[in-house]
């Protein structure tokens, strides 16, 4: 750490680190912010110190070296398991702010115990970096909150040149209105075509799920839409919402979804079925409803919808323990035999009790890809 302070800095434009998990602590943290500091010429700053213990000294140390490289343009920072808190996220945030050229900023500070005061100081600095194009951030498992949903959203939404989001607020009970708060924020972004939003685990039940399609449904430029929104309790009525957003993308050529363990009932796989059915340019579709109550109509009504994806290539499709049958596997089979342009296939049904009779009706369906060059199979 401390020979990066000997280097002459007009010699170090880009600066990559990894020296996670090797407990360097704050004094460590200390040397390296110094150093940083000094490499005034810096356009790209990738850091990797999960797990080191760092505390909130540490995390200070870091935010005012990260301050003085006003030339930055890409900032990677992992800070994952590092116990630096509010307080932490607070230099951090206050550091991030001083980059106001940035282009790119990658941030994962999961773990690590900021509570929505941290939440809002990153969104305060995230707030000032209105050149980014390209943001990812991941705070799993931060009891951020609510608000601490509302303050991030508020930062974001002045990013107005986003093409790119990626966030990551699992595990962190934003709940309803934390989900009604992104809502709003993300429809700002208007320049977006690639969007991953990772809400798994926040009670946001189905009025959540209706704010998320609300929002879903104002980026009309998204060419690019992965969404995990698994254990959320929204049942059907959330599908329905959701579907209904979805089909407003209709410039989508990749889709992701997980929706797994919602208790979403053959009705809600039908209004799912029909808003993906609108996206009629989909070349990469990933669904997975693992874990719910589809049963053999809803796989029928799945059949109908993927049917109408007509440029799909690749199908990713999980539906284990949906009780579909042998009736189920049958429409599914019906369905898959219509996407003659796959070339790839990817179907999970296990624990769906489909039989032999099932498996039947599902090799025949998958004898009419002559175009197929990868295939895995699970039931």
């Avoid at 995390?59 to 932490?88: P, W």
């Avoid at 707030?127 to 390209?134: G, P, W, Y």
């Avoid at 796989?269 to 109550?293: P, R, W």
């Avoid at 489909?354 to 998958?366: D, F, S, T, W």
Wanted: one cysteine or more; glycine letters at 12%.
């Amino acid at each position: 750490m401390e020979k990066l302070q000997e280097t002459p800095n007009y010699l170090i434009d880009s600066i990559h680190l990894n020296s996670a998990w090797n407990e360097i602590g704050e004094n460590n943290a200390k040397y390296l912010g110094e150093g940083i500091a000094m490499c005034v010429t810096l356009t790209s700053l990738h850091l990797y110190l999960s797990g080191n213990s760092i505390g909130e000294k540490g995390a200070k140390y870091l935010g005012e070296g990260i301050a003085k490289c006003v030339t930055l343009t890409s900032l990677n920072l992992d800070l994952r398991e590092n116990r630096f808190g509010e307080n932490g996220a607070k230099y951090l945030g206050e550091g991030i702010a001083k980059c106001v050229t940035l282009t790119s900023l990658d941030l994962d500070l999961s773990i690590n115990s900021i509570g929505e005061n941290g939440a809002k100081y990153l969104g305060e600095g995230i707030a000032k970096c209105v050149t980014l194009t390209s943001l990812n951030l991941r705070l799993i498992g931060n009891s951020i909150g609510e608000n601490g949903a509302k303050y991030l959203g508020e930062g974001i939404a002045k990013c107005v040149t986003l093409t790119s989001l990626d966030l990551d607020l699992s595990y962190n009970s934003i709940g309803e209105n934390g989900a009604k708060y992104l809502r709003k924020r993300i429809a700002k972004c208007i320049t977006l075509t690639s969007l991953d939003l990772y809400l798994s685990i926040n009670s946001i039940g189905e009025n959540g799920a209706k704010y998320l399609g609300e929002g879903i449904a104002k980026c009309v430029t998204l060419t690019s839409l992965n969404l995990d929104l698994s254990e959320n309790r929204f049942g059907e009525n959330g599908a329905k919402y959701l579907g209904e957003g979805i089909a407003k993308c209709v410039t989508l050529t990749s889709l992701n979804l997980d929706l797994s363990i919602n208790s979403i009932s053959e009705n809600g796989a039908k209004y799912l079925g029909e808003g993906i059915a609108k996206c009629v340019t989909l070349t990469s579709l990933n669904l997975d409803l693992s874990y719910n109550s589809i049963g053999e109509n809803g796989a029928k009504y799945l059949r109908k919808r993927i049917a109408k994806c007509v440029t799909l290539t690749s199908l990713d499709l999980y539906l284990s323990g949906n009780s579909i049958g042998e009736n189920g596997a049958k429409y599914l089979g019906e369905g898959i035999a219509t996407c003659v342009t796959l070339t790839s296939l990817n179907l999970d049904l296990s624990d769906n009790s489909i039989g032999e009779n099932g498996a039947k009706y599902l090799g025949e369906g998958i004898a009419k890809y002559v175009t197929l060059t990868s295939l895995n199979l699970k039931f």
